[in-house]
């Protein structure tokens, strides 16, 4: 049986960057046609609504995700791009993840704003230094996020969008 074509899905992010320079990332279960089922970290963020503008959609979701209320113009970027396909269990998406940067000097996450669907896959939340982030053997989404939080947290913020892949390769 021919399996239907991945759904297009525009996506905002966000690498929010606190006072001491840690990263808030998600965990949860995920499905990829390069990890499979599996358990991985990702940035706050999700789906754009019709219409919606990407740096509207970002701040939408990190509302909804943490409790946290932010402005699009407080939004730096985008900064990247990371593009693959993943599957919820019911619809199989073409994903195209655009990432912003907030920095902010503290937050204690708040997730009662979840979606049924956040409710359902995200199992946890941590603020990770970058050590962290270059140390880890776990998946974390996109992939290379290392590279760049060590980029921002220097102060190199990059002029146009760059590529982050999705997958090893």
């Known amino acids: 049986m021919e399996q239907p074509a991945p759904v297009p899905r525009t996506s905002a992010r966000i690498i929010l960057l606190d006072g001491r320079s840690r990263v808030l990332l998600f ?6 046609t390069v990890a499979g089922d599996t ?10 609504e019709e219409g919606e503008l990407l740096a509207a959609t970002a701040v939408r979701e990190l509302f909804e995700e943490t409790g946290l209320r932010a402005h699009p113009e407080e939004l730096r970027g985008p900064v990247a791009v990371s593009r693959g396909v993943w599957s919820d269990g019911t619809t199989t998406y073409q994903a195209e993840d655009f990432v912003f940067v907030l920095r902010i000097a503290q937050w ?8 049924a669907l956040e409710r359902g896959q995200i199992v946890g939340h941590r603020w990770w230094t970058l050590d962290d982030l ?8 996109p992939r290379l996020l290392d590279e760049l939080v060590a980029r ?3 102060g ?7 590529e982050l892949p999705w997958n090893a390769t």
């Not at 270059?134 to 989404?141: K, S």
Request: glycine share 16%.
């Open 156 to 162: 190199d913020e990059p002029g146009q969008p760059i």
């Open 39 to 48: 358990m991985a970290w990702f940035l706050p963020g999700g789906g754009a």
């Open 152 to 154: 921002l947290i220097a």
């Open 134 to 141: 270059q140390r880890t053997a776990v998946l974390v989404f």
């Open 108 to 115: 204690e996450v708040v997730t009662g704003g979840f979606t």
């Open 27 to 32: 965990s949860g279960r995920i499905s990829s």
